[in-house]
């Protein structure tokens, strides 16, 4: 095991190679004393090399290597990319110092605001500053780095008057917090949305408030259609170019160049997706986070950061307020409300009760006596007479949760269900196709491999084959789905039978007359700690898409009534559910309520980090059990410790595998802080 000292002794020799070879043969060569420091974050993700290297500048970079621009250094004999972090008249290291290389441009593109906020979520994540930098600032682009810097269009609308921020006297504590961001003060909310359409305009007058008070804010949204809702409306609020969309849609360049508008200080206002979060808006005032529970949020690339802990340790830095929510809510909202961290922004019960769906249950008694498949059924014939009778007023939808046809089969005799070689499961694509495997495709015939029979039994209803079924049940009536890569963004409201998956689901111009929520037991019995939660978090994401109670909107689940997540949908009260959700993960000591990290590898990867790795006192190490199904090698750990000391399990963890890349050692290893699955 590597101890800190020698730790700091490798990184300093490390320091010292650099010098030796980092002199620029475009800079003459003068005397270190006389030269200024720049203090240089490299773009290197190696965990024992995580901390800012000094250079030296010459005096032909001195007007330049401004705090917070790219620059080029020799590391260890390599010309590699850096962000200079700060300049000092001297330097700590005791050792011969290199030479900066070149300025890549001048442009500083770094933030302090930004790098310290990268620092907190690598150190958060036990991270590398690098990989953090990696998300937060594009790729540069030289033709658009050199366009002139431009003023500010048209000055900052005035505070929304009390007619126009009319939706947030809904709620009832929403005019006092649109006044306290107009006034300066930062409000830090968890908000639980009215169903229905209007939750762009909502968060755009929450911005216009901030604008007002002359402060920035930050929107991140979870997809491309719901960023397309939300420029429409903050570019009604807030005027022309006043804010600026930030996609991977966009291509580079002009990424950038929205980008570069936003490092300027020429646009005060971002929303865009997971990676706008480390957006460097100047003098921020708000951060808004919509549908917070989305996967979408959380970053697949190490070190896999969620963007609502990126989002609330960048508005407690920066001293901003915070709208944290969406139609549901998570146990990690529940516990910043317990916290005090936040302040709940909600509706009282009456005004929901009008705002939202009449929601029914297939299985209740009234439905029984009516039709005894009620409970069994796939399409009951409640869900079958609701739709019906909606059609006659407007489009119904239909939300699936599997794409494709058949998503799993069985012998239609002898009940078995069929396997791939790999071990993958049976999928049926279409109604004349041939079985194929979901892992690698291949082909696998339709004859059963025990009894030898040709016939099929569906096991999992996709959409497809669901649309397929209603197209049958109401002839004359257009069957429309959406999912996967064919997602559609609105419907007319004309009479129409909508299947989408979850997330898939398009606007109806006046809102859907009705929506039947199918297969409630594939969302419910998946085998993660977030089953309930995520499953409640579709069905209020959908059922908010239908009209109000008042306007004659149904909703039909079918569901077993008896679960919370179904009697949350009944009551829409996301709120109890949460509550009940963080009580019943504290009591078993599960995220949030504690801190986990996911180690997922081999065998001897994971025990080297361990032994590298000074846990907490407290820390439990579970495991091991399978990693992955199509890599019997691979297996994962988990490590859990009180909240309290999350921070010392990121900084055991970092500095394990600093010492083990100290070492050199090889092997498959991912470290993964507040995992997203358990399992």
Not at 240 to 252: E, F, N
Not at 458 to 477: D, K, M, Q
Request: charged fraction near 25%; hydrophobic fraction near 45%.
């Amino acid at each position: 095991m590597v101890s800190g000292e020698q730790q700091a002794d490798g990184a300093a020799a490390g320091q010292v190679r650099a010098g030796r070879k980092g002199r620029s043969v475009r800079a003459p060569r003068q005397p270190a004393a006389s030269l200024p420091v720049a203090r240089v974050a490299v773009e290197i993700s190696l965990p024992n090399l995580d901390r800012p290297f000094d250079y030296l500048v010459p005096d032909t970079l001195a007007e330049a290597a401004v705090p917070g621009c790219r620059v080029r250094v020799r590391f260890a004999g390599r010309l590699t990319g850096g962000y200079l972090l700060e300049r000092a008249a001297a330097s700590e290291h005791e050792g011969k110092l290199g030479y900066l290389e070149r300025v890549v441009s001048p442009e500083p593109v770094l933030t302090p605001e930004i790098a310290g906020l990268a620092r907190a979520v690598a150190d958060r994540y036990g991270g590398t500053l690098a990989d953090v930098l990696r998300l937060a600032i594009p790729p540069r682009h030289a033709a658009v780095e050199s366009r002139p810097a431009q003023a500010v269009q048209g000055p900052a609308r005035e505070a929304p008057a009390a007619e126009a921020a009319q939706p947030w006297d809904r709620y009832e504590a929403g005019l006092l917090f649109l006044r306290a961001l107009a006034d300066g003060r930062s409000p830090r909310a968890v908000w639980s949305a009215l169903p229905g359409p209007g939750w762009p305009d909502e968060i755009a007058l929450a911005v216009a408030a901030a604008a007002a008070s002359g402060r920035g804010a930050v929107i991140v949204v979870p997809d491309a259609r719901d960023l397309e809702r939300l420029d429409a409306a903050l570019a009604e609020r807030l005027g022309a170019g006043r804010h600026v969309v930030l996609s991977a849609g966009l291509g580079p360049a002009e990424r950038y160049r929205r980008w570069l508008s936003v490092a300027r200080g020429e646009v005060p206002v971002v929303a865009g997706t997971r990676s706008a979060a480390f957006a460097p808006v100047a003098d921020l005032g708000l951060v808004v986070l919509w549908d917070e529970g989305d996967d979408l949020h959380a970053e697949p690339r190490a070190p896999y950061p969620h963007a609502r802990e990126v989002l609330a340790i960048r508005a407690h830095r920066s001293r901003a307020g915070a709208l944290i929510g969406g139609f549901a809510r998570t146990a990690e909202a529940a516990l910043l409300l317990s916290g005090r961290w936040a302040r709940p922004l909600a509706a009282s019960r009456a005004v929901v009760r009008a705002a939202a769906p009449n929601v029914l249950h297939a299985g209740d008694d009234p439905e029984l006596a009516r039709d005894e498949a009620a409970r069994s059924a796939r399409l009951p014939s409640l869900a079958l007479r609701t739709a019906r009778d909606a059609l006659a007023t407007g489009p119904v939808l239909v939300q699936v949760p599997r794409q494709g046809y058949l998503a799993a089969v069985a012998c239609e005799r002898c009940r078995t269900q069929p396997r791939c070689h790999c071990g993958g499961p049976a999928e049926l694509p279409g109604p004349a196709a041939a079985l194929r495997c979901g892992w690698c495709g291949a082909d696998l015939g339709r004859r059963c491999a025990t009894c030898g029979h040709d016939g099929l039994r569906a096991l999992i209803t996709g959409a497809s084959r669901t649309a397929e079924e209603l197209t049958r049940a109401f002839p004359g009536v257009p069957v429309l789905t959406s999912g996967g890569t064919d997602v559609l963004g609105h419907v007319a409201a004309e009479p129409a039978m909508v299947v989408a998956t979850p997330g898939a689901e398009p606007v109806a111009a006046a809102g859907y007359s009705a929506a039947v929520l199918l297969d409630g037991w594939a969302l419910l019995g998946r085998a993660t700690l977030r089953a309930a939660e995520e499953a409640l978090r579709r069905w209020m994401n959908a059922a908010a898409l239908v009209r109000s109670s008042a306007a004659g909107g149904t909703v039909v689940v079918v569901a077993d009534r008896g679960l919370p997540a179904v009697q949350a949908l009944l009551r829409w009260d996301p709120a109890t559910f949460a509550d009940r959700e963080l009580a019943a993960r504290a009591e078993l000591r599960f995220p949030p309520a504690a801190r986990m990290a996911a180690l997922t590898g081999t065998e001897d990867t994971i025990r080297a980090l361990l032994e590298s790795s000074t846990l907490p006192r407290d820390a439990e190490v579970l495991g091991p059990v399978p990693g992955g199904e199509q890599d019997p090698e691979v297996i994962r750990y988990l490590v859990r410790v009180p909240r309290s000391e999350g921070a010392d399990l990121a900084a055991a963890l970092h500095a394990g595998q600093a010492a083990r890349t100290a070492r050199k050692e090889a092997g498959q290893l991912r470290v993964q802080l507040d995992p997203g699955a358990l399992v």
